[in-house]
């Protein structure tokens, strides 16, 4: 086998495993969001649970390009795809932590009276979950027009993550018996913004693999 063919089918190799941790975080995130919906404490256990899969396989993929990078020495568009993959795997790992910290929210809930949130639930779970699927999307496809809608989407979880706090800490001064209850929603519009914020990451990436520009800042 030939050095290009080689690199080559390691390449495509490394990017089935990138692909495949990217599709076991985003289920991952849909599971943590249905267990605090349906105060499922067996759902949320299993997110909980995950996490040392998901940190296995992150060490796994670079240990993976870090091997490539040595013995191959890529330039070019294998090299921007190397640096890619390593950012992604990082912030698909981190991604993952938030999942369990809402996991981890969702059991504090699941015995409690139920309550409403103090900012649109719904609406930013469903926000957050476009962004890390388009993200993971375009990174499939190549696709720099997904990424950039991707960019587009942060700001308006961004906004909503700041009405939390102005509603939140009201509550809590109108009503200190709350506090405990407030600081775990805060925590859930907290995680949300961070995997927003983590898939922007993840799309600006793709934007850096496909066009070589680098848009971050």
Known sequence: MGFTSLISK????????????????EHNFTRAVNSIENRD????????????????MEVDIEEESLKILALHQPVAKDLR???????????????????VHLAKHALFFADKPL?????????MASLVRTML????????????????????KDD????????????????????????ELQMHAVGIS???ERIADLSTNIAEDVIYLVSGQIVRH
């Open 10 to 25: 390691e390449i495509k190799k490394l990017k089935h495993n990138l692909l495949y941790m990217g599709g076991k975080v």
């Open 41 to 56: 404490v067996e759902l949320a256990n299993k997110v909980i649970n995950n996490d040392i899969e998901i940190d296995t």
């Open 81 to 99: 795809f190397i640096v890619t993959t390593l950012k992604v795997n990082n912030d698909l790992e981190r991604i993952d932590d938030f999942c």
């Open 115 to 123: 309550f409403k949130m103090p900012f649109e639930f719904n609406k």
């Open 133 to 152: 699927k388009e993200s993971l999307d375009s990174l499939v496809e190549l696709d720099q027009a997904k990424a950039i809608k991707v960019r587009e």
């Open 156 to 179: 308006a979880v961004d906004d909503i993550n700041k009405q939390m706090y102005k509603t939140a800490l009201e509550i809590m001064r109108s009503n200190p018996d709350m506090i």
């Open 190 to 192: 907290n995680s949300f």
